[in-house]
């Protein structure tokens, strides 16, 4: 069973397009995040979701939006894409808060390309 | 918030030496440190972590230390393989429900035959 999956695997899209990422957990974890992986592989976050609210949003364009229809589902909707925005983007999920946190569990990423 | 620093950000060691990887985070408050290996084309993959009540833990070939009060987490990997080349990453992150998971940025480890 895969734990986190997003699609596509892969998306090639011309500037100036809106595009969306799906993802989904099935281990009842209660937040997922949003990574972003450049070409120089730093893991930057973009941001996360804790029981379907968004408690944390990293200084990103706003034409970046995530929406979580329940806590097993973050998707990335991106508007007007630009060059800039390509890279790979990582969806992933924890266990947070008290008792303790858990690892953070990745899908397998979606490498976007803007021509 | 949490700012998590990671060195070196390239490492060569011939096989069967031993890698260390730094890290030092900013946040006190930090109570968890995991570990990650992303192969070329891959996802990152937890391959070790650490609670802040516990000073260091071991699994085979993988070690790793924790200093509380210098804020500062090391990796340990021994007798090292041609596998472990990859990228690896540090994290911190803290019991705060609106913590989020903060990487370094990255070491990439080459293993020389």
């Known amino acids: 069973d895969t734990a986190v999956s997003q699609t596509p695997k892969y998306l090639v899209t011309q500037m100036g397009n809106d595009k969306s990422i799906k993802c989904e957990q099935n281990?009842?974890?209660?937040?997922m995040y949003w990574y972003k992986q450049d070409s120089k592989k730093f893991l930057k976050i973009m941001f996360s979701?804790?029981?379907?609210?968004?408690?944390i949003n990293e200084t990103v364009p706003n034409r970046f939006s995530p929406k979580s229809p329940d806590k097993a589902h973050l998707n990335l909707h991106i508007n007007s894409l630009e060059l800039g925005d390509s890279a790979v983007y990582f969806c992933a999920s924890s266990q947070t808060g008290p008792p303790m946190n858990t690892e953070a569990f990745f899908g397998q990423g979606t490498r976007l390309t803007v021509v | 918030g949490e700012n998590v620093e990671q060195h070196p950000s390239t490492l060569s060691v011939q096989e069967g030496d031993s890698a260390v990887i730094k890290c030092t985070y900013s946040d006190s408050a930090s109570n968890y440190f995991p570990w990650y290996k992303q192969e070329l084309g891959k996802r990152p993959q937890l391959i070790i972590d650490?609670?802040?009540?516990?000073g260091e833990k071991k699994d085979q070939r993988i070690a790793v230390t924790l200093n509380k009060t210098a804020k500062h987490f090391s990796l340990h990997i021994t007798e090292t393989q041609p596998e472990d080349s990859a990228v690896y990453f540090c994290a911190a992150t803290s019991m705060n429900r609106d913590d989020k998971i903060i990487f370094g940025k990255g070491t990439r480890l080459h293993i020389l035959p």
């Open positions: 281990l009842g974890h209660d937040t």
């Open positions: 650490i609670r802040s009540n516990v």
């Open positions: 979701y804790n029981n379907k609210e968004l408690i």
